[in-house]
């Protein structure tokens, strides 16, 4: 079965601060590993990682992914207090025909930006 | 706004009730999801259907009946359920179901209330 571990599960900082969130994770046939940020109630997309070692950007988010290691990681530097949110991680596996299994998502990191 | 719209956005139903929720994406997107989101617990795949036809099913108890009458609309038909069944259900939907078609799209969801 896979699993997705994230930590840690809540998170207090102050504006300003740069956050390192963690997402391990066990697929038994991995495809991708996404990230996405819960405000209030919607998911939004942030993030999809395939290979390992290339670092995706956007604005003053980053994320890497680690193959061998079986982990990501999710950078936010300068943060403000938008960036309030739970950010939720997931991997997509694939089936032994080649099918998609779905997204398995963790637990999710509650990140709170104090002013 | 991500293109996808869930109604109703609250819900309170007592245990002998029957209501439906349903799920509208304008993203021209083939593949459709429910998930159930509950506190403290990950993101949980209930149903996937892509082109209309159901293609994962994940254990869900029969209480729960997903309806997909074309690749714009989603259903989820709810009688007899039980205060357990209280959460979060979000729809999202994607363009394909593996790769970077399965980045998908979440609605804002129905907060249910079972009494």
Redesign the interface.
Known sequence: EDK?VQSPLSLVVHEGDTVTLNCSYEVTNF??L?W?KQE??????LF?L?SSGIEKKSGRLSSILDKKELFSILNITATQTGDSAIY?C?V?G?NSGG??D???????THLIIQP | ETGVTQTPRHLVMGMTNKKSLKCEQHLGHNAMYWYKQSAKKPLELMFVYNFKEQTENNSVPSRFSPECPNSSHLFLHLHTLQPEDSALYLCASSQGTSGAKNIQYFGAGTRLSVL
């Open positions: 997705v495809r991708s996404l996405y209030k109630k919607a998911p939004t997309f999809m395939t939720l997931a997509e694939f099918g998609a779905g997204l398995t998502f963790g637990k999710g």
